[in-house]
């Protein structure tokens, strides 16, 4: 039962551009999102998050947006760098202290 | 200030046998959460300790089991491994109880034959 969704296994954006990674949950008890970015043989890092009471957060870089009555999130990354490139994973919690992860993105910056 | 970290890096276990995990969590950190991510797949969450107690559990069977120490160090424990169990396993620590703040181990890979 996957309740994390992310439908685009992999993404290439070229150096400067907008990168936009999607995900979508099933669950609308979720109260917390998460964006976490993994690199090879290292443990995902967290990157932003987002409340279910706000609809957008911002980070430098990194903005997440949260439709809640889509039950869809997404990750803007302006601008690209090549450092980006890596494994992008989606998470939510809520209630009864459960935690989800999407499937991932492998996101590609080309220089 | 030292990170998450976790021992062995790899191991080779056969089917039937049981396996032990550790986990050094971050200091300052009294919440540690174990996941288990298959070749492909997002990490799946298996249970968290809490203060040396269990805090929350995922859709694994009892075979998985863990352990909180006073020092909030932190084991996962798999008996009768099967071939289905391996994968990645991560461990994370945070400074208090849910799962904000969490920073990942490297990880273990595991591989049952």
């Known amino acids: 039962d996957q309740q994390v969704k992310q439908n685009s296994p992999s993404l290439s954006v070229q150096e400067g551009r907008i990168s936009i990674l999607n995900c979508d949950y099933t669950?609308?008890?979720?109260?917390?999102f998460l964006w976490y970015k993994k690199y090879p043989a290292e443990g995902p890092t967290f990157l932003i998050s987002i409340s279910s009471i706000k609809d957008k957060n911002e980070d430098g870089r990194f903005t997440v947006f949260l439709n809640k009555s889509a039950k869809h999130l997404s990750l803007h990354i302006v601008p690209s760098q090549p450092g980006d490139s890596a494994v992008y994973f989606c998470a939510a919690s809520g209630t009864g202290n459960q935690f989800y992860f999407g499937t991932g993105t492998s996101l590609t910056v080309i220089p | 200030e030292t990170g998450v970290t976790q021992s062995p890096t790899h191991l080779i276990k056969t089917r039937g046998q049981q396996v032990t995990l550790r986990c050094s969590s971050q200091?300052?950190?009294?919440?540690v959460s174990w996941y288990q991510q298959a070749l492909g797949q997002g990490p799946q969450f298996i249970f968290q300790y809490y203060r040396e107690e269990e805090n929350g559990r995922g859709n694994f069977p009892p075979r998985f089991s863990g352990l909180q120490f006073p020092n909030y160090s932190s084991e996962l424990n798999v008996n009768a491994l099967e071939l289905d169990d391996s994968a990645l396993y991560l461990c994370a620590s945070s400074p208090r109880t849910g799962f904000y703040e969490q920073y990942f181990g490297p990880g273990t890979r595991l591989t049952v034959t």
């Open positions: 200091s300052g950190h009294n919440t």
């Open positions: 669950n609308s008890m979720f109260d917390y």
